[in-house]
């Protein structure tokens, strides 16, 4: 079957570093994605990892490592707007989409 | 990055009647794109596949004579919801899926349509 685990939830400071993990099992792969989504908005995207490694992005970084099923998203400097959810999305073998139930991040003062 | 538009972003409508929603793609044609639907505090599920001019791929346990897909054109996806109840009412979210870029293939996902059923 198809499975995607990320924690359910995270607390974080302000400043700080966060590293949201995701583990996935899938029928195929054909990359992994980082969502980020506020509260009653649509998910807008992150990053996409296809290849393992690290792939950076300003405050925001993701690995992938493909032989392990494995991938986080970094996220440094925290600012209170990054309290979101962050959903980890697979696309399959068959180029589905499927999503983690996502993470919910509290970032705190 | 590309935009993804919804009409209507929220609607209430009285049990039995049908809702249309409407999802466009607004600066790049989108051969396909999916619907997901997404209850409080769970993630996104992948409803249908809806690929322009064929008819669209659904997922178990989604009745397809219930949810209408009709991908008319490469900008446009309408997702009708027939005969909705309330265990319908939930957040429904299509995404288009942006074929430009050497490399990276994404889905960029319309705003959602917030759908209650009385």
């Known amino acids: 079957g198809q499975n995607i685990d990320q924690p359910t939830e995270m607390t974080a400071t302000e400043g700080a570093i966060v590293q949201i993990n995701c583990t996935y099992q899938?029928?195929?792969?054909?990359?992994l994605f980082w969502y980020q989504q506020h509260a009653g908005e649509a998910p807008t995207f992150l990053s996409y990892?296809?290849?393992?490694g690290l792939e950076e992005k300003g405050r925001f970084s993701s690995f992938l490592s493909r032989s392990k099923g494995y991938s986080y998203l970094l996220l440094k400097e925290l600012q209170m707007k990054d309290s979101a959810s962050y959903l980890c999305?697979?696309?399959?073998?068959?180029?589905?989409?499927?999503f983690g139930a996502g993470t919910r991040l509290f970032v705190k003062a | 990055g590309a935009v993804v538009s919804q009409h209507p972003s929220r609607v209430i409508c009285k049990s039995g009647t049908s809702v249309k929603i409407e999802c466009r793609s607004l600066d790049f044609q989108a051969t396909t794109m999916f619907w997901y639907r997404q209850f409080p505090k769970q993630s996104l599920m992948l409803m249908a596949t809806?690929?322009?001019?064929?008819?669209?791929?659904?997922e178990q346990g989604v009745e397809k004579d219930k949810f209408l897909i009709n991908h008319a054109s490469l900008t446009l996806s309408t997702l009708t919801v027939t005969s909705a109840h309330p265990e319908d009412s939930s957040f429904y979210i299509c995404?288009?899926?942006?074929?430009?870029?050497?490399?990276?293939?994404?889905?960029?996902f319309g705003p959602g349509t917030r759908l209650l059923v009385l």
């Open positions: 999305a697979v696309k399959t073998g068959g180029f589905k989409t499927i």
């Open positions: 990892n296809v290849l393992d």
């Open positions: 995404s288009a899926r942006d074929l430009r870029g050497a490399v990276q293939e994404t889905q960029y």
């Open positions: 899938t029928s195929g792969f054909n990359g």
């Open positions: 809806s690929n322009e001019g064929s008819k669209a791929t659904y």
